[in-house]
Structures are given as structure tokens and as C-alpha cells.
T-cell receptor
């Protein structure tokens, strides 16, 4: 059983398009996150949701809009894609702070 | 906000040698320090973690030490094996309103030569 799963695994799209990435966790965790890993492998938090409420927004452009329909799901919608958005996006979940973060398999987004 | 510095950026060792990766953090409120291993094309996975009320933790060939006063923590891998080759990330997290947000170091590419 996959604990945190995200789809799609690969996404290739043209500049200006809008795309979504979906994430689901079956761990019963109350907090979910989106992290971005750039070409230099640097991992940086984008958003965090706790029980469907947005609690962290790390100065991400408002072209990125997360949505959490319930505490097991956290989706990421990106409008007007730019070349610089190309990266691997990881979803993760934890049961509160100070506990192990479980990551999804990542979505490699390539904007051409 | 929190800032985590990690060194070295690359580390090459012979099989059987030890490897040490060091990190420093800036926020004295940070109290949880995990280490993640990421193999090529895979997700980051936790290998060991330590909390601020503990100075050292060991799990078989892997150990982590924490110096709260100096705000640094280190990962030690003994008897390295080729399958230890990966990117290793340290991270720091504060309690309370951080809700488990992890601030990562820049990563260390570890290569273990047979």
C-alpha cells in the first residue's frame, strides 16, 4: 500500500498552460505539504495544510493554488506555467510537528 | 526564518570507510532534526532523526549527533557500502506554529566506491 501517492509522475506542458497535480495519503495524517525540488536538488516548502486549512504559504507566486478537499487530499493547481516552474514537486504528510514526513513519489514537471 | 547549511556538497569514500555530513541551523526554536536519503529518481526517505532533548542517536551503521549550544548536528555512516550512495539531506523543524514544516540543507551527494 502506497502511503502518499501523487499523480501524474511526469508532466510535460507548454508555457502558459494550466496544470494540476493530485496527492492522496492513507496514513490518517492531519498535515500535508507541497515541496519543490529544483534542478540543483534543493528542497523547499511551498505550502502546508492542517485539517484542510492553509497554514503555511512560503511566498509562492499566486499562480500556484493549493486545494485540500479533505485532510487526506491536497492538490496543486498551477496557472500560466513558466519555464522556471520546471522542477520536481513532492507532496508529503505528517501527523503534527516533530514527526516523520512521508513523501510521495514526486511529479517531474517540465515546461517547454 | 530558519536557515540550514549543509556540508560538504559532495563526498566520495571507499567502501568500508566512514562518512560524515555536517549541518548548522539558525533558529534556536528548532527541536526536530531528521535526515533523509534520496536515491536517484526516488522520493526522500527518513533514515534517522533526533530531537532537541537528545544529544546522540544510533541505528546500526548510522548515527546522528546534536549540539544545541552550537546549533549543529551531524550524520555519521560507518562501514559504508555502495548502496549508501545517494543524496543526503539534513532538515530542521520547530514546533508550534511551524506545523512540521521542514527546512532542508542543500544536500550532500555521497558516492561510495567499491
Amino acid at each position: 500500500d502506497t502511503a502518499v501517492s501523487q499523480t501524474p509522475k511526469y508532466l510535460v506542458t507548454q508555457m502558459g498552460n494550466d496544470k494540476s497535480i493530485k496527492c492522496e495519503q492513507n496514513l490518517g495524517h492531519d498535515t500535508m505539504y507541497w515541496y519543490k525540488q529544483d534542478s540543483k536538488k534543493f528542497l523547499k516548502i511551498m505550502f502546508s495544510y492542517n485539517n484542510k486549512e492553509l497554514i503555511i504559504n512560503e511566498t509562492v507566486p499566486n499562480r500556484f493554488s493549493p486545494k485540500s478537499p479533505d485532510k487526506a487530499h491536497l492538490n496543486l493547481h498551477i496557472n500560466s506555467l513558466e519555464l522556471g516552474d520546471s522542477a520536481v514537486y513532492f507532496c508529503a504528510s505528517t501527523q503534527g510537528g516533530g514527526t516523520e514526513a512521508f513523501f510521495g513519489q514526486g511529479t517531474r514537471l517540465t515546461v517547454v | 526564518g530558519e536557515n540550514v547549511e549543509q556540508h560538504p556538497s559532495t563526498l566520495s569514500v571507499q567502501e568500508g570507510d566512514s562518512a560524515v555530513i555536517k549541518c548548522t541551523y539558525s533558529d534556536s526554536a528548532s527541536n526536530y532534526f531528521p535526515w533523509y536519503k534520496q536515491e536517484l529518481g526516488k522520493r526522500p526517505q527518513l533514515i534517522i532523526d533526533i530531537r532537541s532533548n537528545v544529544g546522540e542517536k544510533k541505528d546500526q551503521r548510522i548515527a546522528v549527533t546534536l549540539n544545541k549550544t552550537a546549533k549543529h548536528f551531524s550524520l555519521h555512516i560507518t562501514e559504508t557500502q555502495p548502496e549508501d550512495s545517494a543524496v543526503y539531506f539534513c532538515a530542521a523543524s520547530a514546533g508550534g506554529t511551524s506545523y512540521g514544516k521542514l527546512t532542508f540543507g542543500q544536500g550532500t551527494i555521497l558516492t561510495v566506491h567499491p
